[in-house]
């Protein structure tokens, strides 16, 4: 067998050429894709499934694979074009290829791909098992696809009890709801941002305000009186952490004294200071997912 340093191609210029598979290492995807070339050129010039070998093996160019094709000659020109692939997969391929392309299939989880992008990939590795054991019927696919999609999606999936059973029209169905998801996704980050926005005004108009009083005294006079007369309001003391508090900043990053997770300060560096009392809510684990999902978002964005 040859050690070929690079991946092998398909050429066809147009359906009625013959494909061409170049000198390289070939995988099942360019095998496959040759295999289709081959077919489409065999329909159009309408070679009949009996002579479609000799017509397409000389498209291998690798001279060892034209040696091997050559030495047995007479027996390949005899079987079908699927029986030939199978030949070819069966020498040319690594020994382990069927494992390689049934664990990638296996192991593949949705995550943040569009479901309907997802499962396309699937399908296409399933297709290349065609032949094997390894290859699913729509139905296990079915179950394959529920099992490994978003966590979120298979949540609105179950909500939809959809009874459809043709696998395309299953695939379509259940994109249309990720979609949906997707589409509340953006307009969440898009809430998020607009709250942010509007957070960074108001910090930014302090800071202008703070900076007025810095260069007009009697401006700075006025301040005071109003903070004096806002302040006047009846204090509500901060109430201390308590035990579960206390650990769930712990395990998430956050601060004792701002009482926010996921922060790069401590206690003795907090920008931040107290949080008002009067407008104070007690810190709770839920709190911590929600943050957590705002900056992941952040992130994703």
């Known amino acids: 067998m040859t050690t070929p340093s690079k991946m092998a191609r398909v050429e066809q210029k147009a359906a009625n050429k013959l494909p061409i598979l170049t000198v390289g290492e070939i995988s099942p995807e360019v095998l496959l894709a040759w295999e289709i070339g081959c077919r489409r050129f065999c329909i159009h010039k309408g070679v009949p499934d009996t002579e479609m070998v000799s017509k397409v093996a000389w498209g291998m160019r690798d001279p060892i694979i034209q040696t091997w094709y050559h030495n047995d000659y007479d027996r390949f020109n005899k079987l079908s074009f699927a029986e030939y692939i199978n030949e070819v997969r069966s020498y040319w391929l690594p020994t382990d290829w069927v494992v390689t392309v049934r664990q990638k299939m296996w192991s593949s989880m949705q995550g943040q791909k569009p479901f309907n992008e997802w499962a396309f990939e699937i399908l296409s590795k399933n297709n290349l098992l065609q032949g094997t054991p390894s290859h699913l019927t729509d139905t296990n696919l079915r179950y394959h696809l529920e099992a490994r999609m978003h966590p979120d999606l298979a949540y609105k999936y179950h909500a939809e009890k959809t009874t459809e059973t043709d696998l395309r029209k299953w695939i379509k169905k259940v994109g249309l709801l990720d979609d949906k998801r997707l589409c509340d996704i953006e307009r969440y980050k898009e809430a998020i941002e607009t709250a942010l926005r509007a957070e960074r005004r108001k910090i930014t108009t302090s800071k202008k305000s703070a900076s007025s009083a810095r260069s007009n005294p009697k401006a700075g006079r006025n301040m005071s009186t109003t903070s004096i007369s806002s302040s006047s309001r009846p204090f509500i003391r901060l109430p201390p952490l308590t035990d579960n508090e206390r650990q769930l900043l712990r395990d998430n990053e956050g601060c004792f004294k701002c009482r926010e997770p996921f922060v790069q300060h401590s206690s003795n560096n907090c920008p931040n200071g107290f949080p008002d009392g009067a407008t104070y809510k007690p ?19």
């Open 283 to 301: 810190f709770t684990a839920a709190g911590v997912v929600i943050t957590g999902n705002v900056l992941c978002l952040g992130k994703i964005n």
